[in-house]
């Protein structure tokens, strides 16, 4: 009996080199690069090779969306005082799986998910409302997820590393970049 399909939603390179080993028991993965938030541009393409260079060692295809950081920052530019995991974030959630949710229902995937429940400076529950909403919207069945779980946060780390991967130190956009900046400076 065939693996139904999943439509896997890639911020990073090492949240998906984990996810997707995990994932692949269970379903035929194809994995979905889809971060405007990125910032800057050097930064997207970085982490797009990267997560690129995962799929072929792991032997999946990736999907890659069209980067579009001027939508991004008209969606969140109200929330661009919010700390990391405030209401911009969720925001940020959405507009990812928002378009991973039309993709997957769009190209007759069964299901679609997100890695970024693997970092510990994302919320998990937070992302599955979000999820199970656009499931209903699109018809198409979310897998809800907390991969950071059973050390697998830690087990990401340890695998990024074995494969000298590129590990950011943001998330990706604009306004957690400065208060990195701000965090180091202090």
Not at 3 to 24: Q, R, T
Not at 169 to 184: E, F, M, N, P, T
Request: glycine share 6%.
């Amino acid at each position: 009996m065939p693996k139904p399909s999943i439509l896997v939603h890639v911020c990073c390179a090492p949240d998906a080199l984990f996810v997707f080993g995990v994932l692949k028991e269970a379903y035929e993965v194809t994995g979905f690069f889809s971060n405007s938030n990125i910032h800057p541009r050097e930064e997207y393409d970085l982490r797009l090779e990267e997560a690129r260079k995962v799929a072929r060692t792991v032997g999946v295809p990736l999907l890659e969306d069209e980067y579009d950081p001027a939508g991004w920052f008209a969606l969140t530019r109200k929330f661009k005082d919010e700390p990391e995991k405030g209401r911009r974030c969720d925001v940020c959630y959405a507009a990812r799986l928002r378009r991973t949710a039309e993709r997957a229902a769009g190209e007759g995937f069964d299901a679609y998910a997100t890695v970024m429940s693997l970092s510990p400076w994302k919320k998990a529950a937070v992302m599955n409302r979000i999820g199970r909403q656009f499931a209903a919207r699109y018809g198409v069945a979310f897998l809800e997820a907390d991969f950071k779980k059973k050390d697998g946060f830690k087990k990401s780390v340890d695998l990024s590393r074995a494969h000298g991967l590129y590990r950011q130190d943001y998330c990706g956009c604009l306004y957690s970049r400065a208060a990195v900046g701000k965090r180091s400076s202090s």
